[in-house]
């Protein structure tokens, strides 16, 4: 068995909590190594201020937010599917320049699955990353594609829900 | 419906990935919203040096750790017991203190499956805690009496791992 060291593709999906919240973990972690961190977030507000995008300035870890709160509601699709490529795009110029260890692409799962952005021209990319940069992916309905690629992929399976249950509000802190 | 406020108990739990990096990934967001956070590690080395005990460290989070890196292999099992309940004792202080507005209990699940700490003594403590403190509880086979308890059980599903299936080494910062 061979005990190579590489970068990985991480991929976190599945209707459960936690997919985006373990890969905070991942960058939290590797932040505590002194390893380069940064992070991409797809669809969510440009802007938006919740717990995560405010420890990652207070720990000065890159932080891009753009899109424009993406929902079924969403009156401006052509937008929205704009804002997205072009968030690919920085993400590519990053995920190819050998300026980071850590890379998380946050709810990139969705233009992929809605087709916004061909599940081919991003596995290029990651083919042709700098071998040790670790990437992780987070959202539900990963493409098949990409599972196939990933080197680890979770499946975060709810068992219980609060809001849904119990009635319970999204907690700050702990939910955003 | 109600929308009530109230702290959560959480629980991470699955034979994949990610558990204590999604409880690690709502201390960074909690952290972020000047929350006050705090870990216990059960099992784990005392005095271990993973990236997530090295950014505690750096982010002024308290972090305890006490056990003796417990395996199958474990010679001593008075004492990896004995070390379990101290921790436990340790950790119920810090529930009933009015201290805290997260508490993470790393591994916890394997002191309860192993019948070391009665699970009937952690849900009363758990049930006696203030009203607003958030309880995230990691580790596979949680027990039944606990999930029943709980307010929000995720389990991760390993569904791809790079380990047994490409002999990839452990990687520093993303999974310790």
Partial sequence: MTRERKGLVVVNTGNGKGKTTAALGVLFRAWGRGMRVRVFQFLKHTGS???ESRAAEKL???WSAL????TWLSKDMDRTRALAREQWERCREALLADDHDVIVLDEFTYPLHYGWIPVDEVL?????RPHMLHVIITGRNAPEGLIAFADLVTE??????PFREQGIKA???LEY
């Fill in 49 to 51: 201020r919740f717990g």
């Fill in 60 to 62: 000065d870890i890159p």
């Fill in 67 to 70: 899109g424009d709160g993406f």
């Fill in 124 to 128: 290029d990319t990651l083919r042709a």
């Fill in 156 to 161: 975060m399976r709810e068992v219980k829900h």
């Fill in 171 to 173: 907690q700050p802190g």
